[in-house]
Nanobody
Framework: QMQLTESGGGSVQSGGSLILSCVASKYMYQTYCMGWFRQTPGKEREGIATRDSDGTTDYADSVKGRFTLYEDSAKNTLFLQMNNLKPEDTAMYYC??????????????????WGQGTQVSVSS
């Protein structure tokens, strides 16, 4: 079954940290580029971080140096460690898989699978 399940969102103060997790089916985890997008009301969904099937990672400039991807391959899980969170990081965060081109700049319509989303709220 092709499924992505996110967890780990919540509310933190500026400067705080959160870890998001995305559990994928084994096939998806081993085969596809996976990553994270985020979206705020009235704005387009933006890619922020990706991990290719060979383990290569890439980050949007807006999160580079603050967010880090890591994995638990035994559990088919991709994590997004978010440090030094800012109010502008407040958004719904979505796990994604099966990118036509692996990278945070990929367009939404070129991504095959999405999770249900998890909310991150950062207060000042």
């Amino acid at each position: 079954q092709m499924q992505l399940t996110e967890s780990g969102g919540g509310s933190v103060q500026s400067g705080g940290s959160l870890i998001l997790s995305c559990v994928a089916s084994k096939y998806m985890y081993q085969t596809y580029c996976m990553g994270w997008f985020r979206q705020t009301p009235g704005k387009e969904r933006e890619g922020i971080a990706t991990r290719d099937s060979d383990g290569t990672t890439d980050y949007a400039d807006s999160v580079k140096g603050r967010f880090t991807l890591y994995e638990d391959s035994a559990k088919n899980t991709l994590f997004l460690q978010m440090n030094n969170l800012k109010p502008e990081d407040t958004a719904m965060y979505y796990c994604a898989a099966d990118f036509q081109t692996c990278g945070p700049e990929e367009i939404v319509s070129a991504v095959g699978y999405w999770g249900q989303g998890t909310q991150v709220s950062v207060s000042s």
